[in-house]
């Protein structure tokens, strides 16, 4: 048996050897979708790219050879839509540009290194702002160096709206998110991104607040606070959200007389600082 199984072990890794071999010497083949084109970028060319170049207003590509007769030598097209800060389009460095047909007509998207910002919040030992995100509402906490409670509030949330419109709601509580920490130049503290274990929860609470949570886009949310907060400088922090509403509950919503996300959100908050908790003398005796 034991000769018999190496013997099948010897024949895989033979397979494998040959298989190797054929890759090292086939060619590369790159399957790409009907109705889109990528034109790759190098950062040794002028605007990023040889054949499809940007000055800021126009985008000029460069015509095949078979094509010259009837085109040019280059076609262009003013691009609309690429005037956003926080793109950060760098003016030097590689850029790699992707078309594509939507709703009948041609997009275009570009591929680029962006230029670093810099830092605008401050060690997490200065204090930071931490989230709790519920279906209806974002409850948020700046907490100071000492770990205490200095502001708090509610971003309030709709759901079942439509995709478009669930996108512009999302953007808008990141960027209030991202002018509140941009105000106290801080780093935000959030959940880490387990979105089952936080769905187990809630659905302990009925089925209403469980298809709440199913229709609303927690990945979404967390996806966007990244990205326009890496745009502006301020830190993400994630953190075990484990136990933060019953804390909050517990210790920080009788004292201060807050919601139970506010409440949840010092909790979280604090744990990004590396603070412990402590009932409170009424609970513990």
Request: net charge positive; glycine share 8%; hydrophobic share 35%.
């Amino acid at each position: 048996m034991n000769g018999s199984k190496l013997h099948h072990k010897q024949r895989y890794i033979h397979t494998l050897v040959n298989r190797i071999k054929h890759l090292k010497l086939a060619s590369l083949r790159v399957k790409v979708q009907h109705g889109e084109v990528f034109i790759v970028g190098s950062k040794n060319e002028s605007y990023g790219n040889q054949s499809c170049q940007w000055d800021g207003d126009k985008l000029t590509m460069r015509v095949p050879y078979c094509l010259e007769d009837s085109f040019g030598k280059t076609v262009s097209s003013i691009i609309g839509n690429f005037h956003r800060n926080i793109d950060r389009l760098p003016n030097t460095g590689a850029k790699t540009w992707h078309f594509y047909r939507k709703d009948g007509r041609w997009v275009v998207a570009v591929q680029f290194t962006a230029t670093p910002v810099p830092k605008v919040s401050r060690q997490i030992q200065y204090g930071c702002i931490g989230i709790d995100m519920n279906p209806g509402s974002i409850g948020w906490a700046y907490i100071d160096t000492c770990g205490n409670l200095k502001a708090q509030g509610t971003i309030p949330l709709q759901t079942g709206l439509p995709t478009v419109k669930q996108d512009a709601q999302i953007v808008d509580a990141c960027l209030q998110l991202a002018i509140l920490a941009t105000t106290y130049a801080c780093r935000v503290v959030c959940e880490s991104l387990d979105f089952s274990t936080k769905k187990t929860q809630l659905r302990e609470r009925g089925r209403k607040y469980a298809r709440m949570l199913s229709g609303w886009a927690y990945s979404r949310f967390y996806q966007l606070l990244e990205s326009i907060l890496s745009n502006r400088g301020i830190s993400l922090f994630t953190r075990n959200p484990a136990y933060t509403s019953l804390i909050g509950l517990v210790k920080y919503a009788r004292i201060y007389g807050l919601s139970s996300d506010v409440a949840a959100a010092i909790a979280m908050a604090r744990r990004g600082m590396n603070l412990s908790e402590r009932l409170p003398r009424s609970v513990s005796i």
